[in-house]
């Protein structure tokens, strides 16, 4: 029996041990810390990743846990919509398809019970990685793989020493807070406000709970403190339900990061015996909802690359991956340099240009996503 071994217990890693395991492996995930998402946020599943999860059997599981994502658009800081669109659309335009909203812990929940009893390995800290021959080394042992995923992160330990020469992650200019908050009455409809170097996003959960984020174009570094009255002040004169919103946040509620990103794509994903997804891969900012539905893709594509045993063909992999993920990496960012206009001529050009392209012409602002949302899975 082939083994695998993954570094890192996040959506991609489980994803990678789930999808690896139907097909045979032996696998074991070694995570550093000691629980699994032991502070939830919140996570939209587009149309795509759950094409991939379908594909582990987990799809439908999802589907049930989680608030459809349909209706919801655009908006400025006062409330006014700048693009809008509906269920009926966004299933025309998908086929049917919807992603979903969920909590971030409910789908790591998901994807662990799918796993054999001793997969994963907590409080195990991999110090290192043999690309040539799959040595990986840990607290207290070793362990020699066929096969070695990297699915450690945005500053990916397994990345630097495949690649060792290459621009580490550079931060993006933002930092984002993320946070759940009770929401009993919210209006079924996500959406994202755009202000002056400020976004606030809002997305309605099951069980009358909300996850709200947040960027700001700061320093990077910042943070301390309370950090709900330090949003409760970036947003106090944002429209309603904002400011309610965060009435209802406590400090141990909310995450605080600088978000940075991969803006160099690797040269490859995968060396020697070694394959890398997610962050560790393709680190990107937040602005198209697409960092962890890259990581579920990858896990499926890397699973099916390798079938029940065939390494040799990881340069498949990358193949596969690099150009569409390098892609959209490349269009996060352009998003996020948008959202850090802070100039008020520059802020209402950018808001006039989205609105009137909306109005002007709705069926290619619709599509604007299609080539992400569109993709799917490689069959068995």
Not at 214 to 222: K, L
Not at 314 to 332: C, G, M, N, P, Q
Request: aromatic content about 4%; charged content about 20%.
């Amino acid at each position: 029996m082939a083994h695998a071994a993954i570094v890192g217990a996040g959506i991609g890693g489980l994803t990678a041990a789930v999808a690896l395991q139907r097909r045979g492996w032996q696998v074991t995930v070694f995570e550093r810390a000691a629980s699994l998402e032991p502070v939830g946020s919140g996570l939209a599943v587009a149309a795509n990743a759950l094409r991939a999860l379908d594909t582990i059997g987990a799809g439908d599981e999802i589907r049930g846990l989680s608030a459809i994502q349909g209706a919801g658009g655009l908006r400025r800081s006062d409330g006014r919509w700048l693009a809008k669109t509906s269920t009926e659309a966004v299933s025309a335009r998908n086929g049917g398809d919807f992603g979903v909203l969920l909590r971030r812990a409910d789908l790591v929940t998901a994807l662990s019970a799918r796993l054999t009893s001793g997969t994963v390995r907590l409080n195990t800290e991999v110090t290192g990685v043999d690309a040539d021959s799959g040595l990986v080394t840990f607290a207290g042992g070793r362990t020699e793989a066929d096969l070695v995923v990297g699915a450690d992160g945005i500053h990916s330990p397994v990345r630097s020493t495949l690649f060792p020469a290459h621009p580490a992650p550079s931060y993006s200019g933002v930092t984002a807070w993320r946070l759940l908050v009770p929401a009993p009455g919210i209006p079924g409809q996500a959406y994202e406000s755009w202000g002056r170097g400020k976004v606030f996003g809002v997305m309605p959960l099951a069980g009358d709970t909300a996850y709200c984020y947040a960027t700001d174009t700061v320093p990077a570094g910042g943070g301390g403190g309370d950090q709900s009255a330090e949003l409760r002040r970036l947003f106090a004169e944002w429209h309603s339900p904002i400011p309610e919103l965060l009435a209802a946040a406590t400090p141990e509620r909310v995450l605080r990061n600088d978000v940075h990103h991969l803006a160099t794509p690797l040269p490859a994903m995968h060396r020697g015996r070694v394959a890398l997804l997610g962050d560790a891969a393709h680190a990107m900012t937040p602005n198209l909802g697409q960092g962890a539905c890259q990581a579920i893709e990858d896990a499926v594509v890397l699973a099916h690359v390798v079938g029940d045993g065939e390494t040799g063909r990881l340069a498949d992999y990358t193949a596969a991956r690099l150009e569409r993920t390098s892609r959209i990496v490349a269009r996060s960012a352009a998003v996020c340099r948008v959202t850090r206009l802070r100039n008020p001529l520059a802020v209402r050009l950018r808001d006039t240009m989205t609105a009137l392209s909306w109005r002007i012409a709705p069926s290619r602002a619709n599509g604007a996503m299609d080539e992400v949302l569109g993709w799917t899975p490689p069959s068995a």
